[in-house]
């Protein structure tokens, strides 16, 4: 594992496509993948495999059955068109969780009044948009968090 990494942490996605790209994004940045149940499609999936083009092998994937299984030891930090403040005024360290909620429905308000304010972040977008698709949204914030921590130990 990479000591600037940052672990995404999805919550509940259907779209098998979505986390075959957050799982390409994680084998090339050392970041580990948590999926929180349920999901609409099976980790073995040759689909999966077939079109996350052998990055699965390179990439850490941990599945949870609630996201109150999930226990991370660093800061948590969540993405949500609800966050007061943009992802790029987060102070991130290594070994952060940023935790994704599904593009439709973004996390429950339940888990997000549980955290800090200050760790529920957003991305800048115009002001009628909903959201961005979800793989792009991770891979945005992930590299900011990297280049925060001066993309230590990458090439």
């Known amino acids: 594992m990479l000591d600037s990494r940052q672990d995404p942490s999805i919550f509940q996605q259907f779209?098998?496509?979505?986390?075959?790209?957050?799982?390409?994004?994680?084998?090339?940045?050392?970041?580990?993948?948590?999926?929180?149940?349920?999901?609409?499609?099976?980790?073995?999936?040759?689909?999966?495999?077939?079109?996350?083009?052998d990055y699965h092998e390179w990439a850490e994937v941990k599945t949870y059955k609630s996201i109150d299984e999930l226990k991370p030891e660093q800061a948590v930090y969540a993405?949500?068109?609800?966050?007061?403040?943009?992802?790029h005024q987060a102070?991130?360290?290594?070994?952060?969780?940023?935790?994704?909620?599904?593009?439709?429905?973004?996390?429950?308000?339940?888990?997000l009044n549980t955290l800090n304010s200050d760790h529920i972040l957003r991305l800048p977008m115009q002001e009628h948009s909903r959201s961005l698709n979800l793989s792009n949204t991770v891979a945005i914030v992930v590299y900011e968090a990297l280049r925060q921590n001066q993309f230590s130990n990458f090439k």
């Open 15 to 53: 779209q098998v496509i979505i986390i075959q790209h957050i799982i390409r994004l994680c084998a090339n940045t050392g970041c580990t993948l948590h999926l929180i149940e349920p999901l609409e499609f099976e980790l073995e999936d040759k689909q999966l495999r077939r079109a996350g083009l």
């Open 79 to 87: 993405l949500s068109t609800r966050g007061p403040k943009y992802y």
């Open 91 to 111: 102070d991130f360290k290594a070994g952060d969780y940023l935790v994704f909620g599904p593009e439709t429905r973004g996390l429950p308000l339940e888990y």
